[in-house]
């Protein structure tokens, strides 16, 4: 089965950084894309940045110019450096990839989650 392991979580005042990392690893033949979504708590979890393997990243308006998504295909590793964090970035957030598996299927699977809080 595959999956998802996230590391690079943490707590930072307003104006610092963090570097996320999710691996993925499995039963996988060939990625699609990957990419981050955040999820406030009681709300809807909501895309952060993505990275299709044939194509550009894209980001969140809110996040544009501050992260930066970028891959490791030799490690099946998708990473997010985040810059001038603000408290309003503070949130949970999932590491998530959308899999062909050796039988041809496409799964979407998810990271267990890493929590960054932005305070002074």
């Known amino acids: 089965q595959v999956q998802l392991v996230e590391s690079g979580g943490g707590s930072v005042q307003p104006g610092g950084s963090l570097r996320l990392s999710c691996q993925a690893s499995g039963n996988i033949a060939t990625i699609y894309n990957m990419g981050w979504y955040r999820q406030y708590p009681g709300e809807l979890r909501e895309l952060v940045a993505t990275?299709?393997?044939?194509?550009?990243?894209v980001y969140a308006d809110s996040v544009k110019g501050r992260f930066t998504i970028s891959t490791d295909s030799t490690k099946r590793t998708v990473y997010m450096s985040m810059n001038n964090l603000k408290p309003e970035d503070t949130a949970a957030y999932y590491c998530?990839?959308?899999?062909?598996?050796?039988?041809?299927?496409?799964?979407?699977?998810w990271g267990q989650g890493t929590q960054v809080t932005v305070s002074s």
């Open positions: 990275i299709p393997s044939d194509g550009a990243p």
């Open positions: 998530y990839a959308r899999i062909l598996t050796p039988d041809l299927s496409r799964h979407d699977y």
